[in-house]
């Protein structure tokens, strides 16, 4: 069958809507039709090159829900019909990482910024050539065949746009504070960058208790909107905020600094050691060039004041039981999802979205599938 999809036809690159052939699902795959794919930076990062892929065609999108439309041979866990979310590591349950409780570095994921499925062949075709998927799942794509074991059932009366959030930007900002930064009650936290991914730092830092809630960022409109996912106090520069978290804490420091900003970089990370205290903890969580090398700390300080950097990805948790579980937060009222998204685009128009993302009008912008 054929549909519609974003692509990047070459890197650095725009998005370019191309019409896509789908094979059939092969073993442990199913056909998704996506109703709705958020817009996170880690798409615009492949679209810059700051972060290689290895297909092009490259479908892009990794954050997405839909609706499991067919399934191949083996598949067990999905049917016809269920809602679904899409996860941008998948989770096999069998590897060492997956039985040892880090889902989340499950061995599949080597494929995913390959373009490939999980055996190293390709489901979308464009004249005759193979098509990548971004992470093995390729959101922009109306529909796309991918393995059961890159989606999350969710219960069917969750909204597409809001279960699209869950793929990436949520659990992995809501994980950085939960168990990265191991937020306690009565702590203070500094955000760096509240975008998609850290606004929902600032709400798990808020949720687990911490008495200062310090968000960072030059957009005002994003500092505003912090204060009301939690943020006791906001700031335009790391700085800034630094001196504050020092004031409040007899001059130690914040417990715990998160970075997830946009493009990071190594100056971030220094800027947010310099900001702790003694056993304190730098969150590393945004994405920079993967070429660039050293970070400017003060290694002095780092062992004699014994504080750490901790590297997260999906937020340090198991992709299916985190999709899950922040799905019933959000059902029971607990989670604010619906507040994350600024604007929604229609697929023509992924290109002006980034370019709001770029220009600081949106904490998340969403794709609505017309399908």
């Known amino acids: 069958m054929r549909t519609r999809a974003a692509a990047l036809l070459e890197q650095p690159g725009k998005w370019q809507i191309i019409d896509v052939d789908l094979d059939e699902p092969s073993a442990n795959e199913v056909r998704v039709r996506f109703k709705a794919a958020g817009l996170c930076h880690s798409d615009d990062h492949s679209a810059t090159g700051d972060m290689p892929v290895g297909k092009f065609p490259l479908i892009g999108g990794h954050e997405g829900a839909g609706i499991v439309e067919a399934v191949g041979p083996g598949v067990r866990s999905l049917a016809v019909g269920d809602h679904v979310v899409a996860q941008f590591v998948p989770s096999c349950g069998r590897c060492v990482p997956c039985t040892s409780g880090a889902g989340n570095l499950c061995d599949l994921g080597i494929h995913a910024l390959a373009g490939s499925m999980a055996d190293g062949t390709f489901r979308a075709h464009h004249n005759g050539a193979d098509v990548g998927q971004m992470t093995m799942v390729g959101t922009f794509a109306e529909q796309a065949i991918v393995s059961e074991y890159s989606l999350t059932k969710i219960d069917d009366d969750i909204p597409f746009h809001v279960a699209a959030l869950l793929s990436c930007g949520v659990p992995t900002g809501w994980g950085s504070a939960e168990y990265g930064a191991q937020v306690k009650a009565g702590q203070t936290v500094i955000v760096m960058g509240v975008g998609g991914v850290g606004m929902n730092a600032v709400q798990s830092a808020a949720a687990h208790g911490a008495s200062h809630v310090i968000a960072v960022d030059p957009v005002e409109f994003k500092r505003e909107t912090a204060k009301k996912f939690g943020a006791t106090h906001t700031f335009a520069g790391i700085d800034e905020a630094a001196d504050f978290a020092r004031s409040v804490t007899n001059w130690q420091g914040a417990d715990s600094a998160i970075v997830t900003v946009g493009v990071t970089t190594g100056e971030h990370v220094a800027q947010a050691v310099n900001s702790i205290a003694k056993l304190g903890t730098v969150v590393v969580t945004g994405i920079g060039d993967v070429k660039a090398e050293g970070l400017p700390i003060n290694l002095w300080l780092l062992s004699m004041m014994q504080k ?48 709001d993302m770029h220009a600081g009008r949106n904490v998340r912008g969403v794709i609505l599938h017309e399908n």
Request: no cysteine.
């Open 308 to 355: 750490r950097i901790q590297g997260v990805l999906f937020g340090m948790g198991t992709p299916p039981y985190e999709i899950r579980r922040l799905a019933a937060m959000y059902k029971a009222g607990r989670l604010k999802l619906d507040e994350l998204i600024t604007t929604t685009y229609k697929l023509d128009d992924v290109n002006q979205a980034y370019a």
